[in-house]
């Protein structure tokens, strides 16, 4: 019952507000406790469909800043600052193109990418393990000195050599639970801030 309640206020106030999903509120609630992002900021937002946190990152950066989003999937943009790309995220060419759609470093990249889950846990974990590697690799091509990363995760999760190696470029990561995560959920969002490096690629 606690558990249905829990879904049923975060869906009921994204439909009240005009969200395309409940998840903006844990994207909200982030940006929020790490003072992440300010008006005329730039941010880049990974596995971006249908489009609940493009639209908390439009409000964070409006009136002036701009917000690009990548999906495998296309949907709509909710703010003329906002441009959605629709491509593989591993793909180089397609994390090239959203750093010459944002037209400026980074300030946050924020990533909210899962496969499609198969139940098998062995195979999701390892799913997941490369769109971190990805997004953490984005994270390390786009963000300008001092900008901050957040990305979902899984309880379980490995995290490779490379995202390790990325992550140790910030001066603290944090693993959390926004209070929209659902109940049971094993899912994690790692923030990590201050990164320290830029342009190595
Ligand atoms: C949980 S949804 C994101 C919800 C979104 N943050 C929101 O607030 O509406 C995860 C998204 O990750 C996307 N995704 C998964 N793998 C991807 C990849 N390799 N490249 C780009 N997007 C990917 C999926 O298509 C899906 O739309």
Request: aromatic share 6%; proline share 5%; hydrophobic share 45%.
């Amino acid at each position: 019952m606690a558990r249905y309640q829990l879904r049923d206020r975060f869906y009921r106030m994204a439909q009240e507000k005009g969200l395309p999903s409940r998840a903006a509120f844990k994207l909200d609630e982030l940006l929020s406790r790490y003072r992440l992002l300010k008006q005329g900021g730039h941010a880049l937002d990974l596995g971006c469909a249908p489009g609940g946190w493009l639209a908390i990152l439009a409000q964070a950066v409006s009136p002036t800043g701009r917000v690009v989003g990548v999906d495998l999937v296309s949907c709509p943009a909710p703010s003329p600052l906002v441009t959605v790309l629709v491509g593989d995220l591993r793909d180089k060419a397609v994390r090239q193109a959203a750093m010459l759609a944002l037209g400026a470093p980074a300030d946050l990249v924020t990533s909210d990418m899962a496969p499609k889950l198969t139940g098998i846990r062995e195979r999701d974990r390892a799913a997941m393990s490369e769109l971190l590697e990805a997004a953490a690799t984005a994270a390390l091509e786009s963000l300008r000195p001092g900008g901050a990363f957040i990305a979902k995760t899984f309880v379980g999760t490995e995290f490779t050599e490379e995202t390790k190696r990325v992550l140790s470029l910030f001066g603290s990561v944090h693993m959390t639970r926004p209070r929209a995560t659902r109940k049971g959920s094993s899912e994690l969002y790692m923030v990590a801030l201050n990164f320290r490096q830029s342009g190595s690629v």
